[in-house]
């Protein structure tokens, strides 16, 4: 009977962190200064915003096509998916992950995908142009219902059985 033999590979990243967590007094202080941050994101967001717009004007120009089309648009709603929670907007992070799980299931770009990317953008001006920080409540909940039933409203449009 032949014996197994088992290689344990390196753990280079364990060689240059050690052993042992994380000293609780940095997590506390770290916590703390995200808490007591007060940076405003709003400029950051429309930023990025900006960006997403003119990526998604690229896209129209059919400059770049198929999946890389949609590759390319997913940055920076991903960024804002992505940020928007560690400054304290929630319903920003909510709403960008709507629409990155409804990019997830779409192989190209058309007019009605541009459509439900506008309509994300339309919803994350108005979040952070009004600064509605936090989960936005009942107004919040019911822009992201909204953008979750036109993405259903594209799938069943086109035939299209959601991957996630």
Do not use: W
């Amino acid at each position: 009977m032949a014996r197994t033999k088992y290689i344990d590979p390196p753990n280079v990243l364990r060689e240059k962190i050690g052993y042992g967590g994380i000293d609780p007094l940095r997590l506390t202080r770290g916590e703390e200064y995200i808490d007591s941050n007060d940076m405003d994101f709003a400029p950051y967001a429309l930023d990025v915003m900006e960006r997403l717009n003119n990526i998604v004007a690229e896209a129209k120009s059919d400059k770049v096509k198929g999946r890389a089309a949609v590759d390319i648009v997913t940055q920076p709603i991903m960024e804002l998916k992505a940020n928007g929670g560690m400054f304290k907007y929630m319903l920003v992070s909510e709403i960008a992950g709507i629409v990155l799980n409804f990019l997830e299931n779409i192989d190209e770009l058309n007019d009605d995908v541009y459509e439900v990317i506008e309509a994300h953008q339309n919803t994350l001006n108005a979040i952070v142009s009004n600064k509605l920080e936090g989960s936005g409540g009942k107004e919040g909940r019911a822009l992201a219902l909204e953008l979750y039933a036109a993405c259903k409203r594209y799938y069943a449009k086109h035939e299209i059985q959601p991957r996630g």
